[in-house]
C-alpha cells in the first residue's frame, strides 16, 4: 500500500488543522493506521491510531481532548482533526499502515509496514 500525507501547514496557536492520509494499492479498512510525529532531534512519537475497519482508536495523553483520529474507508482514508495546537505540536507528522494485528503495539512505530512521505506542521505562538 502506497500512503501519501497531506494538510500541514503553518498555523497560529490555538488554531487547528486537518491532515489526510490517502492509500492507493489496498483497501485501508484492512489496516491498522496510526499517526506518528517526529520534531528536530527528538524520536519518532506516537500519536493516535485506530483499529482497522471502523474499529477504535487511541490517543496519546499529549493531544487528547484536542486531536481526533477517524477514517472514510469509503475514500480510503484516515484524518487527523487537530484543535487547540499549541508550538510543542509543532513536528513532520505521519501516516502509518499495518497488515498484522498490532494491538498491544500499536503505539510502537516498529509495528508499521508502510509509511507516509510525512507533512510538516508548525504552529506559531
Known amino acids: 500500500v502506497q500512503l501519501q500525507a497531506s494538510g500541514g501547514g503553518l498555523v497560529q496557536a490555538g488554531g487547528s488543522l486537518r491532515l489526510s492520509c490517502a492509500a492507493s494499492?489496498?483497501?485501508?479498512?484492512?489496516?491498522?493506521m496510526g499517526w506518528f510525529r517526529q520534531a528536530p532531534g527528538k524520536e519518532r512519537e506516537f500519536v493516535a491510531a485506530g483499529r482497522r475497519s471502523y474499529g477504535p482508536t487511541y490517543h496519546a495523553d499529549s493531544v487528547k481532548g484536542r486531536f481526533t483520529m477517524s477514517r472514510d474507508n469509503t475514500k480510503n482514508t484516515v484524518y487527523l482533526q487537530m484543535n487547540s495546537l499549541k508550538p510543542a505540536d509543532t513536528a513532520v507528522y505521519y501516516c502509518?499502515?499495518?497488515?498484522?494485528?498490532?494491538?498491544?503495539?500499536?503505539?510502537?512505530?516498529?509495528?508499521?509496514?508502510?509509511w507516509g512521505q510525512g507533512t510538516q506542521v508548525t504552529v506559531s505562538s
Open positions: 502509518a499502515a499495518a497488515t498484522r494485528n498490532i494491538l498491544s503495539m500499536i503505539r510502537v512505530p516498529s509495528s508499521y509496514e508502510f
Open positions: 494499492g489496498r483497501t485501508l479498512s484492512r489496516y491498522d
